[in-house]
């Protein structure tokens, strides 16, 4: 079975910093768990799938941009499941043959390409009306996989976890951040780093996914590390990323994790997190999009 149980490995970090700041931090290697669906993508699937396939659906149908993770991941696992696959990509045709959607095609996704206007549309009732229309029988799934039935696979990380203080993971379209608060223990706090510009209307898409979020005390997320904006790296900070993840041991990409492991070390570093703590990190995985730094077509990077 696909989605059987997978553990992903716990790996404690040494760094100077944390030993001046006495600070102890692990890293829970999600990039781990699957070779090709990974990291968050794998969790949050897992149970909407498993309902495609209950309902027998004639296929699966999603939306990303040129080099989505989730369109990648989504892709991988139809191929192993047997189940059709659609994505619906923002962007130009000429962007099909990237590494991410070759890879997609590769296993079997079909591609439909619009551009940023009529992609704004994705959760308007109508556009999807007229999808759906095309596409009998498909079952949807939004933009990275962020939706009610992603939550209760991404809660299942507590089960692996030791006690710790805080919980640190980035954070796109919130999804993994929400099922993670569905399940809170009480002693642990969740920190996201907020990957793009999200203030105001992030929070809201949290608290939208898991409603008692509004509520709860025990998350942050913090704003200031997005470096510009979704999918944005400047050289200095992709200079200080490559550093982070030869000084750790661990792959690291710009987008995500990369972006959200150097905020919070930065934040150590100008004393956030108070002396004692333990701190967890989660690799949520998506190395494969660290492609289109590489790429002479890089385009728009979606969730």
């Known amino acids: 079975m696909l989605f059987q149980h997978h553990l992903s490995p716990l790996q404690p970090v040494c760094h100077p910093l944390l030993k001046r700041h006495g600070l102890t931090l692990q890293i829970k290697r999600d990039d781990l768990l699957h070779a090709s669906i990974s990291g968050n993508k794998w969790r949050k699937l897992k149970y909407v799938l498993r309902q495609a396939l209950s309902d027998k659906a004639a296929g699966v149908l999603s939306f990303g941009g040129a080099w989505s993770n989730h369109l990648h991941a ?42 940023r206007q009529g992609y704004r549309r994705r959760h308007d009732p109508d556009f999807l ?38 919980l640190i993971l980035p954070v796109a379209s919130g999804g993994t951040l929400a099922g993670l608060l569905s399940a809170r223990p009480a002693g642990t706090r969740v920190t996201g780093y907020a990957v793009l510009k999200g203030k105001g209307w992030l929070a809201d898409t949290v608290s939208g996914l898991h409603p008692p979020a509004a509520g709860d005390p025990g998350w942050q997320l913090r704003l200031d590390h997005h470096g510009g904006g979704y999918a944005r790296c400047n050289n200095m900070d992709r200079q200080a990323i490559s550093a982070l993840s030869e000084a750790l041991a661990v792959p690291l990409e710009p987008i995500y994790s990369g972006k959200a492991l150097l905020g919070l070390f930065r934040d150590i570093e100008a004393g ?9 990190f989660l690799h949520t995985g998506g190395l494969q999009g660290a492609r289109s730094y590489t790429s002479s077509k890089r385009s728009g990077q979606e969730k």
């Open 272 to 280: 956030h997190y108070a002396p004692g703590s333990r701190l967890i």
């Open 129 to 166: 009306a007229g999808l759906a229309n095309r596409y009998p029988g498909f079952y949807f799934i939004p933009e990275g996989g962020s939706c009610a039935l992603a939550l209760p696979g991404v809660a299942e990380l507590w089960q692996e976890l030791p006690p710790c203080d805080e």
């Open 74 to 115: 989504l892709a991988a696992a139809g191929h192993l499941l047997g189940l059709p696959t659609i994505g619906i990509v923002r962007g130009e045709p000429e962007y099909a043959g990237n590494p991410t959607l070759s890879d997609a095609q590769g296993w079997g996704m079909k591609l439909e390409f619009i551009d």
